[in-house]
């Protein structure tokens, strides 16, 4: 079945370091995702892209849809330990409402 | 707060048993899906829902079956449970009301141990 590849797997990184992830999908979506999944919960959207090359900040954190429409990045600048989790990527099919997730990136940061 | 409630939230239970996790949303959301967590793989859709008796298989469907009787309640069953389906099994819905398209609300988990 469709799965998004993410890399890293995992992570650790000292506070106040910037941190990037990206994420690759065989298909295309228009549609990309990005949620963070605190210990012990479920995830939570973080950033929502719509168009292709579209580059969306949301505090500290900013993402790209990739120009193919087979990838996204997601970029977290100046990390704080409350970042510390899992960062799954997304696809959307809006045609059938399906959203297809990562394999997840796990961020641990160093105090 | 989405209105979601899985139960249970913790079950184990022995191989070749029935297990059905049920997910419960109070605000008449159309959309509504299961997906399981293991290390690796991240989330993985099983099966999911478009409405009242309408449902259709995700990417992991061997082994479950779902129902939807109701708009508030959609049933994951496992009918005959194997060490593999040990899992973090997450219920989640899809609000059309919310600002951002493509966005899905997730309950808290189940954690399934089969031994």
């Known amino acids: 079945g469709q799965q998004l590849n993410q890399s890293p797997q995992s992570m650790f990184i000292q506070e106040g370091e910037d941190v990037s992830m990206n994420c690759t999908s065989s298909s295309i979506f228009n549609t990309w995702l990005w949620y963070k999944q605190d210990p012990g919960e479920g995830p939570v959207l973080l950033i929502a892209?719509?168009?292709?090359?579209e580059l969306t900040s949301n505090g500290r954190l900013t993402a790209q849809f990739g120009i193919t429409r087979k990838d996204s990045f997601l970029n977290i600048s100046a990390s704080i330990p409350s970042d510390v989790g899992i960062y799954f990527c997304?696809?959307?099919?809006?045609?059938?409402?399906?959203?297809?997730f990562g394999t997840g990136t796990k961020l641990q940061v160093i105090p | 707060d989405a209105g979601i409630t899985q139960s249970p939230r913790h079950k184990v239970t022995e191989t070749g048993t029935p297990v059905t996790l049920r997910c419960h949303q109070t605000e008449n959301h159309r959309y509504m899906y299961w997906y399981r967590q293991d290390p690796g793989h991240g989330l993985r859709l099983i099966h999911y829902?478009?409405?009242?008796?309408?449902?259709d298989k995700g990417e992991v469907s061997d082994g479950y079956s779902v129902s939807r009787s109701k708009t508030e309640d959609f049933l994951l069953t496992l009918e005959s449970a194997t060490s593999s389906q040990t899992s973090v099994y997450f219920c989640?819905?899809?609000?059309?009301?919310?600002?951002?398209?493509?966005?899905?609300?997730f309950g808290e988990g189940s954690r399934l141990t089969v031994l």
């Open positions: 997304a696809g959307f099919d809006g045609g059938y409402q399906k959203v297809t």
């Open positions: 892209l719509y168009k292709a090359g």
């Open positions: 989640a819905i899809g609000d059309s009301n919310s600002r951002f398209y493509g966005e899905l609300f």
């Open positions: 829902s478009y409405g009242v008796k309408d449902t």
